[in-house]
């Protein structure tokens, strides 16, 4: 275990369904990002949050919706997906204001939208 | 973006050293350069971080050359259990970006 917890693992849903997977961090960390990774792609940086404010917001279109009630928890809010949203997301975590500290990510959650 | 580049895949006999090489020839003087590694369809795992000098734990080594310009990881004894994909990546402001990392395979 990393000390950063996504659940669920894997997720199947309609185009229609409404989700949300969930991020949760147990090393005291200020900030919390998502990745997506689709197949053999690089992992693109969706969403940063620092001490619980969006800082980043990289071109996501608006049917993912991030959450951020607290510096240990996020969220990322699903409707109206398509089928090429599929992917892996992944969450992490670290300390900023610190230069030379690294991240720490979640197993991800497996998305499959049908 | 990535400021980092990286062969695309790689192989290593196991029990041999692999070595990693990675080209980031824009890094600033105070950025870091970090290493992770993902084995299929888990999240990174960290490696090792280093900003100057040659770093070393009990997973690699790093080896950064003087100008900054690139560097290398050796996993010292690879094992069928590191074969993944490692990405070599430079911290910009408090934000990490992937490349496309070198796909490691070690075989028996």
């Known amino acids: 275990e990393t000390g950063v917890t996504q659940t669920p693992r894997h997720l199947v849903m309609g185009m229609t369904n409404k989700k949300s997977l969930k991020c949760e961090q147990h090393l005291g960390h200020n900030a919390m990002y998502w990745y997506k990774q689709s197949a053999k792609k690089p992992l693109e940086l969706m969403f940063v949050y620092s001490l619980e404010e969006r800082v980043e917001n990289n071109s996501v279109p608006s049917r993912f919706s991030p959450e951020c009630p607290n510096s240990s928890h996020l969220f990322l809010h699903l409707h109206t997906l398509q089928p090429e949203d599929s992917a892996l997301y992944l969450c992490?975590?670290?300390?900023?204001?610190?230069?030379?500290?690294?991240?720490?990510f979640g197993s991800g959650t497996r998305l499959t939208v049908v | 973006d990535a400021k980092t580049t990286q062969p695309p895949s790689m192989d290593c006999a196991e029990g041999r050293a692999a070595n990693l090489p990675c080209n980031h020839s824009t890094i600033s003087g105070n950025e870091y350069v970090y290493w992770y590694r993902q084995i299929h369809s888990q999240g990174p795992q960290y490696i090792i971080h280093g900003l100057k000098n040659n770093e070393t734990n009990e997973m690699a080594s790093l080896i950064i050359t003087e100008d900054r310009k690139s560097s290398t990881l050796i996993l010292p004894h690879a094992t069928l259990r590191d074969t993944a994909v490692y990405y070599c990546?430079?911290?910009?402001?408090?934000?990490?970006?992937f490349g496309t990392g070198t796909s490691l395979t070690v075989i028996p």
């Open positions: 992490a975590s670290s300390q900023e204001g610190v230069s030379n500290y690294g991240y720490t």
């Open positions: 990546i430079v911290r910009t402001g408090n934000q990490f970006y």
